[in-house]
């Protein structure tokens, strides 16, 4: 019904940024809450960022607070998740999410993109 396709994925060096987009396809796509989810290897799904699907409300995992910057354009059906001052420990497999309401939890959302690796280098 959605497909979610991420971009902007790569290698950094710590300190550095990297900007991750997601677009959603089609017209199906609509009143969706979109977040940012991360992965490594033999690890659990976690989460990172949500943005409402209008823009007011943002949430943040801890880790990644004052760092990270979620932010959508819904004209173009995008969510975007700005990544400052990256540390190793942000290396990751990077997936956007998209849920009819504002909840965190992996389980809770709808649909999925393919992700995007993220490396950050010491």
């Known amino acids: 019904q959605v497909q979610l396709v991420e971009s902007g994925g790569g290698l950094v060096q710590a300190g550095g940024s990297l900007r991750l987009s997601c677009t959603a396809s089609g017209r199906t796509f609509s009143n969706y809450a979109m977040g940012w989810y991360r992965q490594t290897p033999g690890k659990e799904r976690a989460f990172v960022a949500q943005i409402s699907w209008g823009g007011d409300r943002t949430y943040y995992a801890d880790s990644v607070k004052g760092r990270f910057t979620i932010s959508r354009n819904n004209a173009e059906n995008k969510v975007y998740l700005q990544m400052n001052s990256l540390k190793p420990e942000d290396t990751a497999e990077y997936y956007c999410?998209?849920?009819?309401?504002?909840?965190?939890?992996?389980?809770?959302?709808?649909?999925w993109g393919q992700g995007t690796q993220v490396t950050v280098s010491s």
């Open positions: 999410a998209a849920a009819r309401i504002l909840l965190v939890a992996p389980s809770a959302q709808e649909y």
